[in-house]
């Protein structure tokens, strides 16, 4: 009978597995690197059995790995049982657990701009009007480099994506161009001097600019970057007749492209030029 009741208390590794929501192949792996063997093994048929009392170390094993703990720090804590390292293991999980956070609600953040900024494009009704609006100073991330190419254009917001730490497809529609001054005031309008994305989160990247607070000349037109000259000369025409001057770099942005919709009626493009009356 005794021997009865030990058997009872014995496990095979597929009875295991469904008692702990495991896989067999977790199992055996677990016992290949020494973190949870069987209690017993069959000599003759090789199976695995486990009891009861190995339980709670499994639980606590997967209770850890939730936490985020990768198998080894698992295996050393176990092998090292310590309520300080525990404890110690614990505080630098939570500081981790944190940054994550901090780095969702930045994606967060993101896509509800993204959202903003679809949603105030569908709404607009001047088209190829120029007007003048007053903007907070915006910080954005930049890359100072001379863009003349669609190829030079999408090596640099790849570099731009690795230095901004985000994914392209979050911040599509945020990413900016700039014209120098005194090529808008030659009506050079195909050479971008930098790349940009607007940082409203107060991110401290590298290398951390702005765009400065004060009136812009601000158009908006259906098409993209190869149709923005013709909206360059009429927002200078625009500038020039109402005496204003020109006191900064040019702002392009496309903000709807064919990435995001087929319909090439939908593509929107804004053109800024920082400006001051003469």
Do not use: W
Request: glycine share 6%; net charge neutral.
């Amino acid at each position: 009978m005794a021997g009865d009741r030990t058997m009872s208390k014995r496990f095979s590794i597929g009875e295991m597995g469904k008692l702990h929501n495991l896989s067999i192949k977790t199992l055996r792996y677990y016992d290949e690197i020494n973190l949870f063997n069987p209690s017993y093994i069959d000599e003759n048929s090789g199976y695995r059995y486990y009891t009861t009392e190995q339980f709670e170390q499994l639980n606590t094993i997967q209770y850890l790995k939730k936490l985020g703990f990768s198998l080894k720090e698992i295996k050393d804590y176990l092998e090292h049982r310590d309520i300080d390292k525990f404890l110690h293991l614990l505080v630098e999980q939570k500081k981790l657990t944190e940054k994550k956070i901090r780095e969702l609600e930045r994606i967060n953040l993101r896509y509800e701009k993204r959202i903003q900024d679809i949603v105030s494009a569908k709404k607009i009704s001047n088209l190829d009007e120029p007007i003048i609006v007053k903007l907070s100073q915006r910080k954005i991330l930049q890359l100072v480099r001379r863009i003349n190419t669609e190829e030079e254009l999408e090596i640099s917001l790849r570099q731009l994506e690795s230095l901004s730490g985000l994914n392209g497809s979050i911040f599509i529609g945020g990413v900016g161009l700039t014209v120098d001054k005194d090529n808008l005031k030659q009506h050079k309008f195909n050479e971008y001097n930098s790349i940009f994305i607007i940082d409203e989160e107060t991110i401290h990247y590298q290398p951390l600019a702005a765009l400065p607070e004060g009136l812009y000349a601000c158009i908006f037109y259906n098409g993209n970057h190869d149709n923005s000259a013709k909206y360059y000369e009429k927002l200078l025409q625009y500038i020039d007749k109402n005496k204003y001057k020109i006191v900064g770099d040019s702002i392009e942005r496309t903000i709807i492209d064919h990435y995001i919709s087929g319909n090439e009626c939908d593509d929107l493009t804004e053109i800024q030029i920082p400006i001051k009356k003469s």
